[in-house]
């Protein structure tokens, strides 16, 4: 295997760090599946559990994960090794990082798959295809791409392919300017479409929806989908914010940064939200239409506003750069761990895991046709189920682990060379990561989960302790 390699690829300020970062988290989780899995749980209340989970848990894991990136200083395997041996505690904990290289590759399954939806819209709004279109049209326009396969299976190839080609030239050349320039352009088209969603009449309506909290809707179920979904949207949980943090300088703050990425993130998320809803209400669609939500109801304001063609065309070129921007992170972890500690060579890791991601991928395009019938896990489709067992739980799995490991087995004078909180913060801090949010996160697992999947989840966290404790009593001896 040779001499284990770290990561050295400093970013090249601490704002760069953030913009990419803020790429990485600002994706289709917020344009397209912020809104539809809040129209699927009931909007208000639904949307108060997200932004507690994104508040208590999100930011401080946020921060432990970058921490433990930049500590560690190599892909998230390594770097859980590099401090478990640092702080004499079990080798066990790389399978942390394991944990999150396998989800980053099972979400980037599908992400270009829905991504590949966004490519095939741009041209179609670039055609003219949505001048004067109107809802009814939208969703069977929606309808026949789900149809399609072949379609399907091609533009997901497409997705696949120009991410593997940025990821192949190392992370800095392209990217870094590509997010520069869009970031603000995103934030202004959502702000055309939030005036245009002022107009629809349905504008309180959408309001409303999202933020008068109704208890009485809120299951369990979906408080877990809450959850998972602040671990999805932040990048958190698997190695992402690990790996951009093991490239973040010293000097850095990560406080500083972490409130500006979940900040940009939720902000960009509740616009969204704001925006489709005010567009289902006016038309009288259904806010628990799934997964073609976005798809179905923006044709319709472009196809009815001013300038429409061109802020349509815009806004799905923009909806197809988020999404790279995320889809880049989410095969970072893996192809970092194949180049340090494999020797595999990041170009050629590329190749290999892309096409092994995009074999699986297929499985979701059929979820959408052929497959439709076919369920796992009770009601869900091949899509749904990778959806379900990444988001919900290997991601805040992986969060609680980090939790636990930043502030359980970190010294303090360790956590304090990266995280530059006040000490009074810092108080609040390690409990929320002591307590509040690794309890967070089992009852609300255990709850959300069918009896026989959290039994299984329960079994494996406990084999896991036993391992790290019987492999540190048998150190000391
Ligand atoms: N945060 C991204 C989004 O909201 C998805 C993502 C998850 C990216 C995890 C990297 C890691 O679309």
């Not at 590509?178 to 504008?203: D, K, Q, S």
């Not at 309001?207 to 989908?225: C, G, H, P, Q, R």
């Not at 409130?259 to 209400?281: E, R």
């Amino acid at each position: 295997m040779g001499q284990l390699k770290l990561s050295t690829d400093l970013w090249s300020s601490q704002t760069v760090f953030i913009l990419a970062a803020v790429g990485s988290a600002v994706g289709l989780g917020n344009l397209w599946k912020f809104p539809y899995i809040t129209g699927e749980n009931g909007g208000g209340a639904f949307v108060l559990v997200y932004l507690a989970c994104v508040l208590l848990i999100g930011i401080p894991v946020l921060m432990s994960e970058i921490a433990l990136g930049r500590a560690g200083k190599a892909n998230p395997v390594q770097a859980m090794s590099n401090l478990a041996r640092e702080n004499g505690a079990s080798r066990l904990w790389a399978l942390l990082g394991l944990n999150g290289v396998l989800a980053g590759a099972l979400i980037l399954s599908f992400y270009t798959v829905i991504a590949g939806w966004a490519v095939s819209y741009f041209f179609q709004s670039f055609s003219g295809a949505f001048v004067d279109m109107n809802a009814s049209e939208a969703n069977s326009h929606f309808d026949a791409l789900m149809a399609n396969p072949y379609e399907l299976l091609f533009w997901h190839t497409v997705m696949s392919l120009v991410t593997i080609l940025i990821v192949s030239k190392g992370v800095k050349a392209g990217l870094e300017r590509a997010i520069n320039l869009m970031l603000p352009a995103l934030l202004l088209i959502l702000l055309v479409l939030l005036g245009y969603a002022t107009t629809t009449g349905a504008f309180g309506k959408s309001f409303n929806f999202l933020f008068a909290a109704d208890f009485s809707k809120l299951t369990w179920e979906s408080v877990l989908i809450a959850m998972g979904h602040a671990f999805f949207t932040l990048s958190i949980g698997l190695g992402t914010m690990m790996v951009y943090g093991s490239y973040l300088s010293q000097k850095s703050s990560i406080v500083k940064a972490s409130l500006w990425i979940a900040f940009a993130d939720t902000a960009i998320a509740l616009i969204a939200g704001l925006v489709i809803f005010s567009i289902v209400f006016s038309n009288g669609l259904e806010a628990g239409s799934g997964p073609g939500l976005l798809f179905e109801t923006l044709p319709v304001a472009f196809g009815q506003m001013a300038g429409g063609w061109f802020f349509g065309t815009l806004f799905f070129a923009l909806v197809v750069m988020a999404a790279l921007s995320s889809a880049i992170s989410l095969i970072e972890p893996v192809v970092s761990w194949f180049d340090q500690n494999w020797g595999i060579k990041r170009e050629k890791a590329v190749w290999i895991l892309g096409t092994l991601i995009w074999v699986f991928g297929i499985g979701t395009v059929l979820s959408f046709n052929v497959w439709q019938d076919v369920h796992f896990l009770g009601e869900k489709t091949f899509f749904g189920t990778v959806d379900y067992l990444t988001s919900n739980i290997m991601l805040p799995l992986g969060g609680l682990l980090m939790a636990v490991f930043m502030a359980w087995v970190m010294t303090k004078e360790q956590i304090k060379t990266q995280i530059d909180l006040s000490s009074g913060w810092m108080k609040w801090f390690i409990l929320d990561l002591k307590w509040l949010s690794p309890i967070a996160v089992l009852v609300v697992s255990s709850s959300g989960l069918v009896a026989s999947e959290s039994v299984l989840i329960m079994v494996a966290i406990s084999l896991f302790l036993y391992g790290a404790y019987v492999w540190n009593v048998t150190r000391k001896n």
